[in-house]
């Protein structure tokens, strides 16, 4: 038979059935949807006031392939040329025993604040990998940043952008209210650094035994991740209170201790 008269056929036999049933009747009971705020992710873990709480998430790499190149003439004269990374997408944080990691006790620290100042913390630059940290500045100093370990992080605080000094007040405040650091004075007293340590127009350092503060103000330590007009604290992890030893930057942890996908 040709598909037409098949068709046809289909048709003529074709016929609708009602489907009846009393009004009252009910397969299924509905019930009336109650509202449920939403449960946090894991990784959430609660806000601080109206602020997400920070974790390791908000350190990753700023870096983007959208970024032009940059073209910088190095001392003979030579055009280099830095392309930046493509940023969480293409790598890792840094990785301890197999888990990206970032110093807790930065975490703890912008916590802290937030919980204080009920003011959000803007991280303007957390982990970069080697080729961002190269991308946002290429002075030599920077070759050995702690940024590249999990172990910097740049910050100012919305609605405080202009008082920095209270941030450093809190820094100081939280080594003094932490039950772990009471009566260890290496942790409680902070210290100034000299200023023939650091360039003299920069704001000297402070630091006690595991962190260390340095405020660029307004004109100071401006670099591609700190494109803001805001002065600016950047904290640096000195001393590492699980493994007990110093912190410092080394090729192996920056280079290779990420997973690139
Ligand atoms: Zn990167």
């Known amino acids: 038979m040709e598909e037409a008269e098949q068709e046809k056929l289909r048709a003529l036999n074709h016929q609708g059935e009602y489907i009846i049933r009393q009004a009252s009747e009910k397969r299924v009971v509905l019930i009336t949807p109650e509202y449920r705020s939403r449960a946090l992710y894991p990784w959430e873990g609660g806000l601080i006031g109206d602020h997400s709480r920070i974790s390791k998430d908000f350190f990753r790499c700023k870096g983007s392939i959208l970024n032009p190149y940059l073209v910088v003439n190095d001392k003979a004269g030579q055009k280099n040329h830095f392309h930046d990374c493509g940023g969480r997408d293409k790598h890792s944080l840094p990785l301890r025993n197999g888990k990206e990691f970032v110093y807790p006790v930065l975490i703890d620290l912008l916590n802290y604040i937030q919980g204080k100042t009920g003011k959000k913390v803007i991280i303007t630059s957390g982990h970069r990998c ?114 007990k030893k110093g912190v410092v930057y080394t090729w192996h942890d920056a280079e290779r201790n990420i997973l690139r996908y």
């Open 130 to 243: 080697p080729q961002h940290n190269s991308y946002v500045d290429q002075s030599i100093v920077n070759q050995s940043s702690k940024h590249m370990v999990g172990a910097a992080v740049d910050f100012y605080v919305q609605g405080l952008e202009q008082r920095p000094e209270i941030v450093i007040d809190l820094i100081r405040q939280y080594y003094k209210e932490n039950p772990f650091y009471q009566g260890k004075k290496e942790f409680e007293q902070f210290l100034t650094m000299q200023k023939s340590d650091t360039s003299p127009t920069i704001t000297p350092l402070i630091y006690n035994r595991e962190v260390s503060i340095r405020l660029y103000k307004k004109n100071e330590g401006r670099n591609f991740d700190n494109r803001h007009n805001y002065p600016y604290l950047t904290l640096m992890v000195r001393y590492d209170r699980d493994e």
